[in-house]
C-alpha cells in the first residue's frame, strides 16, 4: 500500500498533518472526509504534488503552485459551509507569503464591510487575474461556488501539467547544447593552446585544417572580448524589442511560422485557449466575457490579438466558431468540432474535448520532437567535438606516417 500526506481541518477549524497509508488518493480522501475533516492538501509520498511542480511559475506575483494550494483550501472550507469570515480567517492563517497574507487580510475586511468576495478579489490584480475574479463572481451568482471552485482547480492542475510538458521536452536539449559548448569552449580555451606551442615552429608544415583552427585559437583571446559584448548587445536589444508591444507581437508571431516549433506552439495555443473558455463557461459566464477573460490565458500575444477581433464579431452576433476562423490562429479542426458543439448546443463539453484532444496531440507531438532532436544533437555534437580533435591530432599522424 502507498503512504500518502496529507493536511486536513477539524469542524472546529484547528489543522493537522499527518500520513495515511491506502490504495489510492480517492479512497484516502473518502476515507478522511467520512471522519469529519476536510482535505486541505493530499499526494502520494515520494511524488511531488502539482502544486510542489508548479512553484517555480508565477500567477501574479504568487507561484502558481501557492495559488493553487490557495484554490484547494478555499474550495474545501466553502464546501463546509463555515462562515464567510471564517473561510477568510483560516486562509490568512494558513498562508506562508506575506505578502498574499496581506492581501488576504484586505480582502476579509472588505468582505466585514459588506463587499462580496469578488468585488473584494478585484481590488488586487496582480494576484488574482480577471479571469479568476469573473470565475468566482460567476459561482457566487448561481450559488455554485465551491462547483465553480472545484473546476478552477481542476483547471490549474491541468495547465501546470501542461507547462510540465513543454518544460521536459524542452530541457534535454538545451542541456544537450549546454554542455557541447562547454566542451567545445574547453577543448579550443585549454587544450588546443598546448597544440599551438607544440606546433608552433612547424607552423609552416601543418595540415592546412589544423593551420585554419589554429589561426581560430591565436585570433580568439582578441577577437573573444567584442564577440561577447556584440552577443550580449544583440540578446539586450532583442529582449527590449520582445518588451514593446510592438516587439512582443512581431516576434510572437514568427514563433507561430517556425517548422517544428510552430506547429507545436499552435496546439499549445489552442488547449489554453479551449480549456480556458471551457472553464469559464461551465461556470454561467456569457460566452463574450467568457472570451474576453479567456483571452488572458493566452501566452501568444499574435493569438490574443486575433482573439479580440472575435470578441466584436460575437457581440454583433457571428457564432464563436466562425468568430475563431477569421483570425487563423486556431486549428482547422479544432474549428469544426467548435461549430459541431455549437449546433448541438454542448459548445462547454465540445471545448473540453477540444482541449483533451490538442493535449493528447501536443503529448505526442514533443514525444516525436525530443526523440527526432535527441539524437540529432548528440550527432552534431559528436561531429564537431570528433572534428576538433581529429584536426589537433593530423600533424601527429602525418608524422607517423612519414616516419612509417
Known amino acids: 500500500m502507498a503512504v500518502f500526506t496529507y493536511r486536513v481541518a477539524r469542524p472546529d477549524g484547528s489543522t493537522i498533518n499527518g500520513q495515511v497509508e ?35 511559475w508565477s500567477w501574479g506575483t504568487l507561484p502558481l503552485g501557492e495559488f493553487l494550494i490557495f484554490n484547494q483550501e478555499l474550495f474545501a472550507l466553502v464546501k463546509s459551509g463555515l462562515p464567510v469570515l471564517r473561510v477568510w480567517e483560516l486562509l490568512i492563517e494558513r498562508s506562508t507569503h506575506a505578502g498574499f497574507q496581506q492581501v488576504l487580510r484586505n480582502v476579509r475586511e472588505d468582505i466585514r464591510g459588506g463587499s462580496s468576495s469578488s468585488d473584494a478579489l478585484a481590488k488586487h490584480p496582480l494576484y488574482f487575474p480577471d479571469l479568476y475574479v469573473a470565475t468566482v463572481k460567476a459561482g457566487e ?40 559548448v562547454g566542451v567545445i569552449g574547453f577543448l579550443l580555451t585549454y587544450v588546443m593552446p598546448t597544440f599551438v606551442s607544440v606546433y608552433g615552429e612547424s607552423a609552416k608544415s601543418l595540415p592546412w585544417a589544423t593551420q585554419a583552427l589554429l589561426d581560430v585559437v591565436n585570433h580568439a ?86 482573439l479580440a477581433g472575435a470578441v466584436n464579431e460575437i457581440r454583433e452576433g457571428v457564432t464563436l466558431a466562425s468568430a475563431l476562423d477569421r483570425p487563423r490562429v486556431l486549428p482547422k479542426l479544432a474549428i469544426e468540432m467548435l461549430s459541431v458543439g455549437e449546433e448541438t448546443g454542448s459548445l462547454d463539453a465540445m471545448l473540453r474535448d477540444v482541449a483533451e484532444f490538442y493535449e493528447a496531440d501536443l503529448d505526442t507531438r514533443l514525444t516525436q520532437l525530443t526523440t527526432w532532436i535527441e539524437p540529432a544533437l548528440l550527432l552534431v555534437m559528436g561531429v564537431l567535438v570528433g572534428g576538433i580533435v581529429i584536426v589537433m591530432y593530423l600533424p601527429v599522424f602525418q608524422m607517423a606516417g612519414s616516419v612509417g
Open 221 to 306: 583571446e582578441s577577437g573573444l572580448l567584442p564577440l561577447a559584448l556584440l552577443t550580449m548587445g544583440l540578446g539586450l536589444g532583442v529582449r527590449a524589442y520582445y518588451v514593446t508591444p510592438a516587439g512582443r507581437l512581431m516576434i510572437d508571431r514568427l514563433l507561430l511560422k517556425l517548422p517544428l516549433f510552430g506547429p507545436i506552439a499552435v496546439k499549445h495555443n489552442t488547449v489554453q485557449l479551449t480549456r480556458t473558455l471551457g472553464t469559464i463557461l461551465a461556470g454561467g459566464i456569457p460566452l463574450v466575457d467568457a472570451l474576453q477573460n479567456a483571452r488572458g490565458a493566452v501566452s501568444n500575444r499574435w493569438v490574443s490579438q486575433g
Open 141 to 180: 451568482q448561481s450559488g455554485n461556488l465551491p462547483d465553480v471552485l472545484q473546476r478552477y482547480v481542476a483547471y490549474l492542475k491541468l495547465m501546470i501539467g501542461l507547462r510540465q510538458k513543454v518544460m521536459k521536452a524542452l530541457s534535454y536539449p538545451v542541456f544537450l547544447i549546454l554542455i557541447g
Open 22 to 56: 491506502g490504495d489510492d488518493e480517492s479512497r484516502v480522501r473518502a476515507k478522511l472526509e467520512s471522519q469529519g475533516l476536510l482535505v486541505f492538501k493530499l499526494h502520494r509520498r515520494g511524488m511531488g504534488s502539482a502544486a510542489a511542480s508548479g512553484k517555480s
